[in-house]
């Protein structure tokens, strides 16, 4: 772990989706700064062994199971949270999903719901709610990790893309509408991770070759590289910037 600190000794972070992946990774981060870390995933077994993988910190997290796009569910979060801390300084959006799709038009509403469900919707819901609490103490930072997938047509995440695409624009607008509050909205848009999500692709070896060969940096990122400018947006360092996206891609959507 680097030498960059971001201020965040003291704060509560809610972490969407902190089991695994970049999720997991922003956690271990703000556990080194002293946060009081909060994660939530569908399944206990996953939060479970996040909790454990943390070490020696793994006190300071309270691991929640809750799924993100289920209204009662994130009631629940938030009352625990409430409950726990009495407030919340940062949430991290980073809860996403996808499932290739056919093209929009062949694609059955009930997988176009659950798309838009847990990655427009979630972010939604969990945004709503930490913005009431921020509100009642005068500031807070909400950061949603959004995709490059928000701005190119790409095959079989299409509906992915369209859900992305709103979770950036639904990040312009509560900037704009929580900018009075003190509370400052911004997103990063990675592309390729290397994480569960995306291991289809990297771990085929001609696959990946063909990927990287479309990435100027000649590599996909590694989780730290979305954790680092993830914490900048959280930390005070950031605070005149709101309602803007990080491109975090090795130069992919330069060329
Ligand atoms: N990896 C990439 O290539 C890539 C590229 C661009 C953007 N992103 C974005 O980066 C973010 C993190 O992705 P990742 O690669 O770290 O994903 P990941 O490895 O699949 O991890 C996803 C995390 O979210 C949790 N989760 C999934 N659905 C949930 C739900 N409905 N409610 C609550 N928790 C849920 C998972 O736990 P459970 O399974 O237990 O629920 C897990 O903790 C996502 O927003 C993704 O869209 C990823």
């Given at each position: 772990m680097g030498q960059i600190s971001y201020g965040l000794q003291d704060k509560v972070v809610l972490i969407?989706?902190?089991?695994?992946g970049i999720g997991l990774e922003i956690a271990r981060y703000c556990l080194a700064e002293k946060a009081a870390v909060v994660i939530?995933?569908?399944?206990?077994?996953?939060?479970?062994?996040?909790?454990?993988?943390?070490?020696?910190?793994?006190?300071?997290?309270l691991a929640v199971p809750a799924h993100i796009g289920k209204e009662d569910d994130v009631d629940r979060l938030f009352a625990l949270i409430e409950e726990s801390f009495?407030?919340?300084?940062?949430?991290?959006?980073?809860?996403g999903m996808n499932i290739m799709t056919a093209s929009i038009v062949d694609t059955e509403p009930s997988l176009w719901r659950k798309i838009i469900d847990t990655n427009l919707t979630g972010t939604y819901l969990?945004?709503?709610?930490?913005?009431?609490?921020?509100?009642?103490?005068?500031g807070g930072k909400i950061v949603t990790i959004s995709s490059v997938a928000a701005r190119r047509a790409t095959s079989a995440m299409g509906v992915y893309g369209?859900?992305?695409?709103g979770v950036e624009m639904m990040t312009a607008v509560l900037a704009a509408e929580l900018a009075a509050d003190n509370i400052q909205v911004n997103a990063v848009a990675p592309a390729m991770v290397r994480t569960d999500f995306s291991r289809p692709f990297w771990s085929n070896e001609s696959l990946y070759k063909d990927i990287v060969s479309t990435i100027p940096m000649g590599?996909?990122?590694d989780p730290v590289d979305v954790v680092h400018p993830v914490l900048f947006l959280a930390s005070e360092g950031a605070g005149f910037i709101t309602g803007q996206t990080i491109v975090v891609d090795g130069g992919a959507t330069i060329i």
């Amino acid at each position: 772990m680097g030498q960059i600190s971001y201020g965040l000794q003291d704060k509560v972070v809610l972490i969407t989706g902190g089991s695994r992946g970049i999720g997991l990774e922003i956690a271990r981060y703000c556990l080194a700064e002293k946060a009081a870390v909060v994660i939530c995933g569908r399944k206990q077994d996953g939060l479970d062994a996040a909790v454990e993988s943390l070490g020696e910190p793994g006190e300071d997290v309270l691991a929640v199971p809750a799924h993100i796009g289920k209204e009662d569910d994130v009631d629940r979060l938030f009352a625990l949270i409430e409950e726990s801390f009495s407030r919340l300084d940062v949430l991290i959006n980073n809860v996403g999903m996808n499932i290739m799709t056919a093209s929009i038009v062949d694609t059955e509403p009930s997988l176009w719901r659950k798309i838009i469900d847990t990655n427009l919707t979630g972010t939604y819901l969990c945004s709503r709610k930490a913005a009431a609490l921020m509100k009642r103490q005068k500031g807070g930072k909400i950061v949603t990790i959004s995709s490059v997938a928000a701005r190119r047509a790409t095959s079989a995440m299409g509906v992915y893309g369209v859900a992305k695409a709103g979770v950036e624009m639904m990040t312009a607008v509560l900037a704009a509408e929580l900018a009075a509050d003190n509370i400052q909205v911004n997103a990063v848009a990675p592309a390729m991770v290397r994480t569960d999500f995306s291991r289809p692709f990297w771990s085929n070896e001609s696959l990946y070759k063909d990927i990287v060969s479309t990435i100027p940096m000649g590599r996909i990122a590694d989780p730290v590289d979305v954790v680092h400018p993830v914490l900048f947006l959280a930390s005070e360092g950031a605070g005149f910037i709101t309602g803007q996206t990080i491109v975090v891609d090795g130069g992919a959507t330069i060329i």
